[in-house]
T-cell receptor, first 110, second 115 residues
Framework: GENVEQHPSTLSVQEGDSAVIKCTYS??????FPWYKQELGKRPQLIID?????GEKKDQRIAVTLNKTAKHFSLHITETQPEDSAVYFC?????????FGIGTKLQVIP | DAGVIQSPRHEVTEMGQEVTLRCKPI?????LFWYRQTMMRGLELLIY????????DSGMPEDRFSAKMPNASFSTLKIQPSEPRDSAVYFC?????????????FGQGTRLTVV
């Protein structure tokens, strides 16, 4: 089955700086790569996703990149704000289901 | 739509007791997922259904766990007998399904504590 590794496990940045979270996956058949944000005590919610026919996708301050050859994908958050503090999960999957990474706890310091 | 609805939000039970968690997916969604979240193991997929049929239950930890989806608007996850190591947050999620992997919408979760 799919195996997703995510790092770092924790990340602290100053407000306004950028944050980068990286993931690798093992199954070359995976073609869907969502990112979820989970605030403390809340449910995970999708913030952005990318499919294998696309190398990069942006949505305001958030961008994802995908390197299918290397089986790497990354989340980039620019101009971080305190409300970006949360746990971020990457995931990878093919038909219908995804496998999640272990999560990255991001702390944005005002 | 009110989103994915789970009940109860919190459950405290004694070891050996039966626990039943409930989920109502978003209307029109064809895929339903049960996840378990712990600090050590993150979000683990236990089982998922497509059109009410269990497709993959390889994540179910052992025979003490069972899940059903009797109709398109209701699913249960049962643990019998429960053990302290089952303590976790259990999430139900649903998605459109239909063969294309799409956004999963999560419920609020059930925090289970087995003492």
């Amino acid at each position: 089955g799919e195996n997703v590794e995510q790092h770092p496990s924790t990340l602290s940045v100053q407000e306004g700086d950028s944050a980068v979270i990286k993931c690798t996956y093992s199954d070359s058949a995976s073609n869907y790569f969502p990112w979820y944000k989970q605030e403390l005590g809340k449910r995970p919610q999708l913030i952005i996703d990318i499919r294998s026919n696309v190398g990069e996708k942006k949505d305001q301050r958030i961008a994802v990149t995908l390197n299918k050859t290397a089986k790497h994908f990354s989340l980039h958050i620019t101009e971080t704000q305190p409300e970006d503090s949360a746990v971020y999960f990457c995931a990878a999957g093919g038909y219908q289901k995804v496998t999640f990474g272990i999560g990255t706890k991001l702390q944005v310091i005002p | 739509d009110a989103g994915v609805i789970q009940s109860p939000r919190h459950e405290v039970t004694e070891m050996g007791q039966e626990v039943t968690l409930r989920c109502k997916p978003i209307s029109g969604h064809n895929s339903l997922f049960w996840y378990r979240q712990t600090m050590m193991r993150g979000l683990e997929l236990l089982i998922y259904f497509n059109n009410n049929v269990p497709i993959d239950d390889s994540g179910m930890p052992e025979d003490r766990f069972s899940a059903k989806m009797p109709n398109a608007s209701f699913s249960t996850l049962k643990i019998q007998p429960s053990e302290p190591r089952d303590s976790a947050v259990y999430f139900c999620a649903s998605s459109l399904g239909g063969g294309l992997n799409t956004e999963a919408f999560f419920g609020q979760g059930t925090r289970l504590t087995v003492v």
